[in-house]
Nanobody, 117 residues
Framework: QVQLVESGGGLVQPGGSLRLSCAASGFAFSIFTMGWYRQAPGKQRELVAS???????NYADSVKGRFTISRDNAKNTVYLQMNSLKAEDTAVYYC???????????WGQGTQVTVSS
């Protein structure tokens, strides 16, 4: 059974940091591209960052220089280190596993990140 379980969300003040984790099971994690997406109230879900099986990374312009995506294939886990958080980073963050060019994708249930003083 495929599972993606996000953790690490919460409430943080502007300028603070959080580290999200996504633990995967039930599929060949190491060959999948992993992505972090987010969806704020009233907005469409958007890509935040992704990392391929060979660790090529991609970031949304809005998070470049502040967020870092990484993966540990031995632990079947992908991380999102978020620094210098802003109020506009408030959203539900989702983990996605997919194979580029193929219609294979798995989603996690999401974790809430709230940036507020």
């Amino acid at each position: 059974q495929v599972q993606l379980v996000e953790s690490g969300g919460g409430l943080v003040q502007p300028g603070g940091s959080l580290r999200l984790s996504c633990a995967a099971s039930g599929f060949a994690f190491s060959i999948f591209t992993m992505g972090w997406y987010r969806q704020a109230p009233g907005k469409q879900r958007e890509l935040v960052a992704s990392i391929t099986s060979v660790r090529i990374t991609n970031y949304a312009d809005s998070v470049k220089g502040r967020f870092t995506i990484s993966r540990d294939n031995a632990k079947n886990t992908v991380y999102l280190q978020m620094n210098s958080l802003k109020a506009e980073d408030t959203a539900v963050y989702y983990c996605k596993a997919y194979l580029q060019g193929l219609s294979v994708a798995h989603w996690g249930q999401g974790t809430q990140v709230t940036v507020s003083s």
